[in-house]
């Protein structure tokens, strides 16, 4: 997936009213993890990531241990707009979904199921379990 696709993506997720914006979403969000996850992990994610993009998982302070609450907080301290601040928690799960997208669910799923159990990191992929929607165009007509 290329840099314009997966930032379009994350702004469609997310409900975001212009790229910029989604491009915050992505940097508070991934430089956030990359602070979480210890530096191997990230490395891994990132190599499947638009080159645009891994750089905040590779350049965070990684190996920081702090709770999802926390994760929300420095997702909404570096948004840096009041607009997207109060839903750091939407934000990051809209993140996660498009990386997903870009390294397949497996991988995420690896690197969320090193993170402690019990402080609600599993949110992140809360995505997951929501039923796909579906392009009405996509669907083939029945004969």
Same mark, same amino acid.
């Given at each position: 997936?290329?840099?314009d ?7 469609? *997720? ?5 790229r910029?914006?989604?491009?915050t979403a992505?940097?508070a969000t991934?430089?956030?993890?990359g ?7 990230? #490395?891994?994610?990132?190599a499947?990531l638009p ?9 965070a302070?990684?190996?920081?241990r702090? #709770?999802?609450?926390?994760? %929300?907080? *420095?997702v %909404?301290? *570096?948004?840096?707009?009041d607009?997207?601040a ?5 934000l990051?799960q809209?993140?996660?979904s498009?990386v997903a997208?870009?390294?397949g669910t ?24 929501e ?10 007509? *029945?004969?």
């Amino acid at each position: 997936m290329d840099h314009d696709t997966f930032i379009g993506k994350v702004q469609q *997720r997310a409900d975001l009213s212009n790229r910029g914006e989604a491009d915050t979403a992505t940097r508070a969000t991934l430089t956030t993890l990359g602070e979480r996850i210890q530096g191997g992990e990230a #490395d891994d994610l990132a190599a499947q990531l638009p080159v645009e993009i891994d750089r905040y998982l590779e350049e965070a302070e990684s190996g920081q241990r702090f #709770d999802f609450e926390e994760f %929300a907080a *420095r997702v %909404a301290d *570096r948004v840096e707009l009041d607009s997207l601040a109060d839903r750091p928690g939407q934000l990051a799960q809209a993140v996660m979904s498009v990386v997903a997208d870009a390294t397949g669910t497996g991988e995420l799923q690896d690197v969320v199921t090193h993170l402690p159990q019990g402080e609600g990191y599993g949110r992140l992929l809360d995505f997951a379990e929501e039923e796909p929607e579906i392009d009405e165009e996509e669907v083939p007509e *029945r004969d």
